[in-house]
C-alpha cells in the first residue's frame, strides 16, 4: 500500500529508514540541506531533493519546503525520523490533509501528549500513578507557592510544552521558589512560546527508564519492554540499556501494564514511549509520553528482536501487528553508546570537521548505526552524535565486555570524540554493577581524578 516514503530527517536515522523500506521494497526520497549534499542518506536513497541552507530552521525544520518535496516526489508517506517535525502536530496535521501518511501517530494525539500537563492527567484518569504534582498549568508564582508548600519542598518546575529536560527548574524552599519560577517562565516562552508552567514533587536521584510500547489501527497493542536510559548528561542520554539491571519480572510486568494503560489513554497509535522515573524502592511514575521513534530504539530491537520501523511503516499501511504481548520477550541483553565529535576535557564541547580515518568496530553481537565514512565533514549546524555502537548478547556481563571491545576497535581520527570516556564509564564498578541513577555521570566526574578527562580525549 506504501509505494514510496520521503525521509524527513538526516544522518543515521535517515539511514535506518532507508534500510528498513529497501527491505521492505519500498521506494525512497532522501531530503537535504545544503551541509548534508555529501551525507549517506542522500546517496544511499532512490531520490534525493535539496530543501535548503545548512541550518535547521532552514531545511529540515521547513515543513513548507518538505511537503513541497513529497509533492515533486509523489510519495505516500513521510518517515520524519526523532527531532525536527518528528513531534509537531501541525506538521502532521499537514500531511494528512495533503493525504500524505504521516508516519507516527495521528496530529491529535502528538498535540495532546505534547502539552505534559495534559498528558499527566489523561493517564491518571487511566490510573497510571504520577508524581504528586499540580492538576494543570499555574497561573502564577502565588497559586504555584501554595502548591509547591501542598505537595512539600523540593519541587520541581516544569514547562507544559517542555519535556526532554528544558527549561525545568528545582526549587528546595518557598524563598527561592517564586524567582525560579519566574525565570522558568520566562525560559519556556523563549524556547517554546508557550510559558505555562506545572510542578511535581522532586525526586532526588531516580532512574530513567522507559517503555517502548507498538499499537496498531485495530485496537491491538503491545509493549516491547523497557529501555533504562539512567546514564545521562544535561538531559542527553549517552548509554541506554534493555532490559534494565534494576527491574525484575514483577516490577517490569507492572510497568508494563502500566505503559499499557498510559498507551490506551492516549488512543495512541504506532510506536511511542512512556517515561517513568523509578526511586531506590522501585515505585514508578509516569512523567511523559514520547510519541516518535527515539535515538535509542536500537537496544529494544536486538533485546527482543523486532524491527521498530518496519512495524512503524506495517502499522501506518493499516496493517495489524504479527504478534501479541505473549509473543515478545526480552531475549538479549543490549547496550547503546551514543558516540559524538566531542571534546570531554574541554567541558564535552562540539568537536565538528573532517574525520580524516574512520574504521568502526564489527564482529559478533556488534551492530553499528552510523552515517560517518572517512573523509565525511561533521557539520557544526546539527547536533554532534556520529554513531551509535549497540553490543548485545545473552547477558548483561556479555553485552557490556563486548561493548568495551568494540569501543576499543573504533578508529575515528581528525576530531575529538567521547569513546575514551565512554570506556571509563564502561569499566566503572558501579556502572557494571547496575547502580547508575540520573545524578551517575555526575558523580563519577566528581570522584574521579581532576586530571581524568584531559586523558579523554586525543586527536
Ligand atoms: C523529574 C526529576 C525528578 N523529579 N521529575 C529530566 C528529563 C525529563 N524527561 C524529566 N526529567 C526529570 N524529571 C521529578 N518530579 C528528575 C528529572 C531528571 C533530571 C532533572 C534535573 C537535572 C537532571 C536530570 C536528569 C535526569 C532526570
Redesign the pocket.
Known sequence: MIRKILIANRGEIALRIVRACRELGIQTMAVYSEADEQSLHVQLADEAICIGPASGAESYLRADRILSAAEIGDVDAIHPGYGFLSENSEFAEQCESCNIIFIGPRSETIMKMGDKAKARETVAKAGVPI?P?SDGPLENEHAATKVAQKIGFP??I?AVA????RG?R?AHNAVTFAKEFQSARLEAVKAFGNGELYV?????S?R?IEFQVLADMHGNMVHLGERDC?V?R??QKVIEESPSPFLDKNLRNRMGKAALKATQAADYVNAGTI?F?VDAKGNF?F??MNTRIQVEHAVTEEATGIDLIKEQIQIASGNRLGFTQKDISLTKHAIECRICAENPSKGFIPSPGEIELYSAPGGHGVRVDSHAYGGYTVSPYYDSMISKVITFGRTRKIALDRMYRALSEYLIRGIDTNVDFLKAVLMDPAFRQGEAT??YI?EFLARMPKDFLDKQSKD
Open positions: 508524581i504534582g519541587v520541581i516544569k517542555g519535556g526532554g529536560g525545568m528545582i511535581e514533587k522532586y525526586l532526588e531516580p530513567h539512567s545521562q544535561r538531559h517515561e522515573l511514575y512523567i511523559e540520573t545524578s555526575e
